[in-house]
């Protein structure tokens, strides 16, 4: 009898070790239970303008095109749309749908844009004639002054990139992210609480230690996957508030996603092309799934848990990660690449 009990006790268990391996891998098991998927802009906010489409309208068109594949290749995950249709909604109000739905992960889609360049030229002077003092006194005077010519060219800006919050610059882990000024719609850089209050810094703080490392990986995953498809990708990027205030509002990882520059004649047709927009959701669903999958995996690591909220150790964050491009290189210089 003696020799019995430790017996039993080994299989019993050894029992417990195998039910818990199988439970991780079901549904229920999944750390990604639900995608908030966000359709940039919409209603009264247009976003940028191309030539002949508004952000607003390409971002809806790629979220109901990422949703049905999300749906089918992903089936036990729920998928929240902040819009289906073309609506304006302030970014608060669309953190609020995202936090309701208790999302995993929050994919915001944009497009992006940059104001053309101006251009000056002289041409000639002309005489100019003005007068000083008055009554007896008034002189008057000429002068030469030039003539310029004033026009502008649309910005040679092309290609993707990620945005993730920079909630904390002094953070190591933030080191290798480029930072970037951009254009944004009036919209999303007004409408946010202030950033200097105590409620946005700890927000913020928070969500630096539970969400940012994760935020990077699915970015550097996104763009990776971009860049597979011969997209000039400007890889990972971080900012502060103007227009990603959203992300840090979203209580999960989150990241923006700009999908192409409005402004530049060739990205604006493929942003409103069929291939393109295929494209473009594919990328996104695959990074998508990798993650899911990243997420799910039992852990070599114990660095990527969505849920612990304990800062990382030393170890830094690498964005570029397999990325062949590096980033933030302004793409002027560089070749059309599609
Ligand atoms: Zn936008």
């Given at each position: 009898m003696s020799r019995l009990f430790p017996t039993l006790f080994i299989l019993f268990s050894a029992g417990l070790v195998l039910s818990g391996g199988v439970h991780a891998q079901t549904r229920i098991g999944s750390k990604i239970k639900t995608i908030v998927i966000d359709a940039g802009h919409g209603g009264s906010d247009a976003g940028a303008r191309g030539n002949f489409s508004t952000e607003a309208q390409i971002t809806l068109e790629l979220a109901l095109k990422l949703e049905p594949i999300l749906k089918a290749e992903l089936p036990e995950t729920k998928i929240v749309m902040t819009r289906r249709t073309d609506i304006f909604d302030n970014v608060r109000e669309k953190a609020r749908i995202a936090n309701e739905a208790h999302g995993d992960l929050f994919v915001c889609i944009h497009v992006n844009a940059m104001p053309p360049i101006p251009h000056k030229e002289f041409l000639r002077y002309e005489t100019v004639t003005y007068y000083t003092g008055k009554g007896k006194k008034k002189k008057k005077h000429t002068k030469k002054e030039p003539v310029y010519r004033h026009w502008t060219t649309p910005s040679p800006a092309h290609g993707t990139g990620t945005y993730v919050y920079a909630?904390?610059?002094?953070?190591?882990?933030?080191?290798?992210i480029a930072e970037d000024q951009r254009f944004e719609s009036e919209a999303e850089v007004e409408?946010?609480?202030?950033?200097?209050s105590p409620e946005a810094i700890i927000k913020a703080r928070l969500w630096s230690q539970k969400f940012f490392k994760n935020s990077v990986k699915l970015g550097t995953l996104i763009e990776n996957e971009f860049a597979q498809i011969g997209r000039n990708s400007w890889g990972v990027l971080q900012r502060n508030y103007k227009g990603i205030w959203v992300l840090q509002a979203t209580n999960m990882p989150a990241v923006l996603i700009e999908?192409?520059?409005?402004?530049d004649k060739e990205e604006e047709e493929y942003l409103n092309s069929e291939k393109g927009q295929a494209e473009l959701v594919r990328s996104i669903a695959n990074a998508v799934i990798q993650y899911k999958t990243l997420s799910d995996?039992?852990?070599?690591?114990?660095?990527?848990?969505?849920?612990?909220?304990k800062p990382d150790s030393k170890k830094p964050v690498d964005?570029?990660?397999?990325?062949p491009k590096p980033m933030a290189n302004m793409p002027s210089k560089e070749l059309k690449d599609k």
């Open positions: 909630a904390d610059r002094a953070d190591e882990k933030a080191s290798g409408d946010i609480p202030d950033p200097s999908t192409g520059f409005i402004t995996a039992p852990h070599t690591t114990s660095t990527d848990s969505t849920s612990t909220g964005p570029n990660n397999g990325n």
